[in-house]
């Protein structure tokens, strides 16, 4: 009798087991995505970003006109409303490959 219980307890345990492990989904890793390239990124790119907003997506593009290309990806903090503990998390998320048609020493 208690071998059977046990049995079932073991049997159960598995499965219950085998259950959570299949319904939890796997999560989305930020990193597992192509960075987005600063120099070249739409609004709607940059907004996908963590705590970027339509504004401060704005003023990223604004920033990329009146100063052409981003050289390095560090130079994100001299727009409006991204400080360094921000850019800490943006870091690993952007590039700043330089766009087609445009040397890299302008």
Do not use: C, H
Not at 29 to 47: C, D, H, M, R
Not at 76 to 90: A, H, I
Not at 95 to 104: L, N
């Amino acid at each position: 009798m208690i071998r059977i219980v046990i049995a079932v307890l073991v049997v159960l345990g598995l499965s219950v087991a085998t259950v959570s492990a299949q319904s939890t989904p796997p999560k989305a890793s930020a990193s597992a995505a192509a960075p987005i390239n600063l120099n070249t990124a739409s609004v709607s790119q940059l907004e996908t970003l963590p705590g970027i907003g339509k504004a401060t997506a704005e003023r990223i593009l604004e920033y990329r006109q009146k100063n052409g290309s981003f050289k390095k990806v560090e130079d994100l903090m001299n727009v409006r409303g991204v400080g360094e503990k921000s850019f800490l998390k943006l870091k690993p998320l952007v590039t700043v490959a330089t766009p087609k048609g445009e040397s890299a020493g302008q």
